[in-house]
């Protein structure tokens, strides 16, 4: 069980092979500028799969949570058009980190967390790019105010790490925490025969 309406969380785990169903989390993400971007993502990851698992005790819920951090910055979701100009305007020309936390039970036995990082450097955006891109709202809902898979991938220069992280589902990280999962659940079915 996905606990994420994000679209693009669902069609990388199809793209994976992974027969997944959606519910989403309804919590209040938190959101601290301040914070060590690896604790913030965690807090919320968990808080999601929580939120899920209360309504679905007996499945395996997978949950995430990305930020975009700088030195110094949070930057999570936009709140508006103003605030992903200054996110944007701050990654110009620069490199950021994006934190993925993955947070996964298995059916009613606990939960795993963990969290993967990539690097990211953006060349210099230009105001009419700026612009261009703000007017496209592809900005909206989303981490440090972007899109990787969508047109601001012409603004990074460099990724170093694994372009899923930046998407909001690292690849490696979910399919071996997920196989844990599947494996802990088989255990425990064997000791109940």
């Not at 968990?46 to 499945?59: F, N």
């Not at 975009?68 to 930057?75: C, D, I, Q, S, W």
């Not at 947070?103 to 990539?118: I, K, L, M, N, W």
């Not at 399919?175 to 494996?183: D, I, Y």
């Amino acid at each position: 069980m996905l606990a994420s309406a994000s679209p693009r969380r669902l069609e990388l785990l199809l793209q994976w092979g992974v027969d997944i169903e959606v519910d989403r989390a309804d919590v209040e993400e938190l959101d601290d500028p301040g914070a060590e971007p690896g604790q913030l993502t965690r807090a919320n990851a968990v808080a999601k799969l929580e939120c899920v698992l209360s309504r679905h005790p007996d499945r395996i819920v997978l949950a995430a949570d990305t930020a975009v951090a700088m030195p110094g910055e949070v930057l999570g979701k936009p709140r508006d058009a103003a605030d992903a100009r200054r996110m944007l305007r701050a990654l110009s020309g620069r490199w950021h980190e994006v934190v993925s936390a993955v947070a996964v039970s298995s059916s009613g036995a606990g939960h795993e967390v963990d969290v993967a990082r990539t690097r990211v450097r953006f060349r210099q955006i230009s105001q009419d790019e700026l612009l261009g891109y703000l007017e496209s709202g592809e900005w909206r809902d989303k981490a440090g105010a972007y899109a990787i898979q969508g047109r601001a991938r012409e603004f990074a220069e460099e990724i170093d790490g694994e372009v899923e992280t930046v998407i909001g589902l690292p690849r490696e990280l979910t399919l071996r925490m997920l196989e844990r999962s599947m494996v802990e659940i088989g255990e425990r079915s064997e000791e109940v025969r």
